[in-house]
């Protein structure tokens, strides 16, 4: 019986009494490839407008292999990465292509996730063998411990604004945003004192302050 592969690595999977005096050979390139897959990093070009296919070749190192892949290049058009169906992988995606189209990474035939033209950072993705999610987007809880700030970038990442916890907090609490946006120019967020926030006309609220302390 001969030798068989991984459905994901395509690792050489041998049967006993084959491949005499070359188990030595493709175990160590069975264990290139699995150190590809824990920290291999590639750059992968797109600068055709056409779709590219990550390769994952039986027995050999492969660019869709990689742990890390850094995405390169100036395509003329929005860009499509695909990984081939059926490959259950996980992947940190660097956004390094140059001018505003889109980079899409996704299955084959399936779904997956977009960069927009502005969008020059990184993905934390996997796939399930028929598509693609971004782990982020799906995250059930954020914390970000010693009074860590949660950073806005501006466009061109130079600057940003950041927002981060007092240095302590005498008791947990959660502000609930508004299920929509304020219809009214120059409204503002206000709390209700039980964590709820809603929009207020706040100029309004301060005249009737000021006339509630010069009137009584």
């Not at 019986?1 to 050489?12: N, P, W």
């Not at 292999?65 to 860009?79: D, H, M, Q, R």
């Not at 609490?173 to 809603?198: H, I, K, M, R």
């Not at 006309?201 to 009737?208: F, L, M, P, R």
Request: proline share 2%; no cysteine.
């Amino acid at each position: 019986m001969a030798s068989s592969y991984s459905t994901d690595l395509k690792l050489e999977l041998m049967v006993t009494g084959e491949k005499a005096g070359l188990w030595g050979d493709i175990t160590n390139t069975n264990l290139n490839i699995l150190q590809q897959a824990i920290a291999g990093y590639e750059q992968v070009s797109v600068n055709a407008t056409s779709a590219i296919t990550l390769a994952f070749t039986n027995a050999a190192l492969s660019n869709g292999k990689n742990a890390v892949l850094e995405i390169t290049g100036t395509p003329s058009a929005n860009a499509t990465v695909n990984i081939p169906d059926g490959i259950e992988k996980t992947y940190t995606i660097k956004n390094s292509t140059v001018g505003s189209s889109t980079l899409t990474i996704k299955t084959t035939s399936g779904n997956g996730t977009t960069f927009l033209g502005t969008d020059k950072g990184t993905k934390l993705i996997y796939s399930d063998g028929t598509d693609i999610t971004d782990t982020f987007s799906e995250l059930s809880q954020i914390n970000l411990v010693n009074q860590n700030e949660v950073r806005f970038q501006d466009a061109t990442g130079g600057e940003y604004v950041g927002l981060k916890a007092p240095a302590t907090v005498t008791s947990s609490f959660t502000l609930n945003l508004p299920s929509a946006d304020s219809a009214n120019n120059g409204y503002g967020l206000t709390t209700d004192g039980s964590g709820n926030l809603s929009f207020t006309d706040v100029a309004s609220t301060g005249k009737a302050i000021a006339m509630a302390l010069v009137f009584g």
